[in-house]
């Protein structure tokens, strides 16, 4: 079956990093519109970044909310079925569970998520 297991999450002072990643395995990763989204208490999720990959060696796209363009790069290794999330400056308001997405077709994945917490 379907399943995405996101690591890399933890406790980071304002102005670290962190990287984030996501192991994909049940289904063709090609094609797969993989996503980043994260959800702080009492918020909605929303989307950080999205990274699509048709199976041509150049033939990638990315997204970035406005939030966090420039300070968060999105990537994914094809052969390993993995994406991450490089998360660099970070700030309190980053603070949230981010979990890894999938879609496939009309079908959408959830991951289970994990904690970044951006405290001083």
């Known amino acids: 079956q379907v399943q995405l297991v996101e690591s890399g999450g933890g406790l980071v002072h304002p102005g670290g990093s962190l990287r984030l990643s996501c192991a994909a395995s049940?289904?063709?990763?090609?094609?797969?519109?993989m996503s980043w989204y994260r959800q702080a208490p009492g918020k909605e999720r929303e989307s950080v970044a999205a990274i699509s990959w048709d199976g041509d060696w150049d033939d990638e796209a990315t997204n970035y909310a406005d939030s966090v363009k420039g300070r968060f790069t999105i990537s994914r290794d094809n052969a390993k079925k993995m994406i991450n999330l490089q998360m660099n400056s970070l700030r309190p308001e980053d603070t949230s569970v981010y979990y890894c997405?999938?879609?496939?077709?009309?079908?959408?994945?959830w991951g289970r998520g994990t904690q970044v917490t951006v405290s001083s």
């Open positions: 997405r999938a879609h496939i077709g009309a079908t959408t994945y």
């Open positions: 049940g289904f063709t990763f090609r094609g797969a519109l």
